[in-house]
């Protein structure tokens, strides 16, 4: 495949789009910055309309990997090594790089009725875990991944990564006051569940509610007290008797557990 059929990327746009490494920018622009080939492509086959790609910065090297690059014609653009390296979040560029639009803020539209898995984070503060987090829920079909204060942003260049292009797989959203959004949740139906060392063994619950939010909460502290006095149930993933002494679990580990056990019953 030729390289000449796609134009170079300007200066200008190189320096808007390494400003998306910002919160800030993200946020203003609408926009965030997804690096490699396996997480751009993801992104590339889950996006709800071509209208999510904003631009594709690949290198002369890598534009044959890309899928249908034709499809994107208008949006993809060549970069040299040095200007991809601008652009990247990694310290050795992948040379593949996009620029999606974030996905909008529904507020659970897909779990107006019928049963629904929503999972909440609660000052989950590393964007490594967050993005994880989201990849297993979307993979277990969670409706949505609601952000409390505190937690990492969805779409900082690690979570990102970390997600493995999952993040159009379900709904992302942010809620300043948790409790709040919670307390809204219950009214609609929503049995709110804790990850907890002081919760319930999860293998005496034999039947889960068919509407249920599951929040996970900070690496170091869990769920903080005010969101557990507001919950329905809390629950704890019980070590085995060979590990006593292991203080606790990944977050996103945890999630997983937890994910997969609500999903599957």
């Not at 493995?164 to 709904?171: D, I, R, W």
Request: aromatic share 8%; hydrophobic share 40%; glycine share 8%.
């Amino acid at each position: 495949m030729t390289s000449q059929r796609y134009p170079y990327a300007t200066k200008g746009m190189i320096k808007r789009f390494a400003r998306l490494h910002q919160k800030k920018y993200r946020e203003r622009e609408g926009c965030f910055l997804a690096e490699g080939l396996r997480t751009v492509s993801e992104l590339l086959r889950q996006m709800p309309s071509v209208e999510a790609l904003v631009a594709l910065f690949v290198g002369a090297d890598q534009l044959a990997l890309i899928p249908f690059p034709e499809r994107y014609r208008e949006k993809l653009f060549l970069l040299e090594q040095e200007e991809m390296r601008r652009l990247a979040a990694t310290t050795t560029s992948q040379g593949v790089i996009g620029v999606f639009r974030m996905g909008s803020e529904d507020r659970l539209s897909r779990a107006d009725e019928g049963p629904s898995l929503v999972v909440a984070l609660d000052d989950v503060q590393d964007p490594g875990n967050v993005g994880t987090i989201i990849r297993t829920a979307a993979w277990f079909g969670a409706a949505a991944v609601i952000s409390g204060r505190g937690t990492a942003d969805c779409y900082n260049p690690k979570s990102v990564r970390s997600s493995a292009g999952s993040l159009y797989g379900l709904e992302l959203y942010s809620a300043d006051d948790l409790g709040v959004e919670l307390g809204r949740l219950q009214a609609r139906g929503f049995h709110i569940v804790t990850a907890s060392l002081q919760g319930t063994d999860i293998r005496a619950f034999k039947v889960w509610p068919p509407r249920l939010v599951l929040v996970i909460g900070n690496e170091a502290n869990g769920v903080s007290l005010p969101i557990q006095k507001i919950s329905d149930s809390m629950v704890m993933i019980p070590h085995g008797p060979a590990s006593p002494h292991v203080e606790s679990l990944n977050a996103a580990v945890s999630a997983a557990i937890l994910i997969s056990r609500f999903s599957l019953g």
